[in-house]
C-alpha cells in the first residue's frame, strides 16, 4: 500500500509540475486566451448593452400588448399574426446583435477546443 501511495504521489507530482509549467512559467493559457480575444469588439464601445436592453423592453412591451389583448377580447387574425411578427423581428435582431460580436463565438469556440 505504502508503495502504491508513493507511485501515485510521483506520478502526480511530475504531472502538476507539467502543468504548471506549462500554464503558469509558459503562460500558455494566457497567451493563447489573448491571441482569441484580439480582434474582439469592445461591447461598451457598441453600445450592446445599451441596445440589448430596448430590444429586451420592446419585447416585454409586446408580450405585454398582446396579453391585455387577449384578456379584454378575442384577437382577430391580423392581430395574432402582428403580434407574431414582432416576435420574430425581435429575435432576428438579437441574432443579429450576437452575431455582430464574433467574440462570442471565439470564446465559445476557445472553450470547446
Known amino acids: 500500500?505504502?508503495?502504491?501511495?508513493?507511485?501515485?504521489?510521483?506520478?502526480?507530482?511530475?504531472?502538476?509540475q507539467q502543468l504548471f509549467t506549462r500554464y503558469v512559467t509558459e503562460q500558455t493559457l494566457v497567451r493563447e486566451w489573448e491571441s482569441t480575444t484580439r480582434d474582439c469588439a469592445c461591447p461598451h464601445k457598441s453600445r450592446a448593452p445599451a441596445r440589448a436592453r430596448i430590444l429586451v423592453d420592446r419585447l416585454r412591451d409586446s408580450w405585454q400588448h398582446l396579453l391585455r389583448d387577449r384578456a379584454t377580447r378575442n384577437?382577430?387574425?391580423?392581430d395574432e399574426q402582428f403580434h407574431v411578427l414582432e416576435k420574430i423581428k425581435v429575435s432576428f435582431r438579437s441574432l443579429v446583435l450576437a452575431l455582430e460580436f464574433s467574440c462570442t463565438w471565439n470564446f465559445l469556440l476557445f472553450l470547446l477546443f
Do not use: P
Not at 502504491?4 to 502526480?12: A, D, F, I, Q, R
Not at 384577437?75 to 391580423?78: P, Y
Open 1 to 16: 500500500m505504502d508503495v502504491l501511495t508513493k507511485e501515485l504521489v510521483s506520478g502526480l507530482s511530475l504531472a502538476i
Open 75 to 78: 384577437l382577430t387574425f391580423n
